[in-house]
């Protein structure tokens, strides 16, 4: 059964700041990637991150990443941000990769 993909209104702004050509990239590899197998990890394009980060996962598109959370329960994924690998490490110290109030997870 395949995941449904939601991405939050940060991260529909976040691909919109992207050229064309990464735009289409990204939605592709989260097409490919995400739809059918979100958490299964791979050496180039999924990993999942350290316990104590949020979001759970990674999806690299070049010098793209993608990050995102699964709900299996519902089948759902949920972008949290698409942002340039040289801000990364920014965004997951920032307020944007902050777990939401109730999710105990």
Do not use: C
Not at 33 to 41: A, F, N, R, V
Not at 58 to 70: G, N, S, T
Not at 75 to 100: E, H, M, Y
């Amino acid at each position: 059964m395949a995941f449904r993909i939601e991405l939050i209104d940060a991260a529909k702004a976040d691909l919109q700041r992207l050229r064309a050509v990464d735009r289409a990239k990204v939605l592709d590899r989260i097409e490919t990637h995400l739809k059918h197998q979100p958490t299964m990890q791979s050496r180039s394009r999924i990993k999942q991150l350290r316990p104590e980060t949020y979001p759970p996962y990674r999806l690299r598109a070049d010098d793209i990443r993608v990050y995102y959370d699964v709900d299996e329960a519902r089948q759902l994924v949920v972008i949290l941000g698409i942002v340039p690998k040289s801000g990364s490490a920014a965004w997951l110290a920032g307020p944007n990769a902050r777990r939401p109030k109730g999710d105990r997870r």
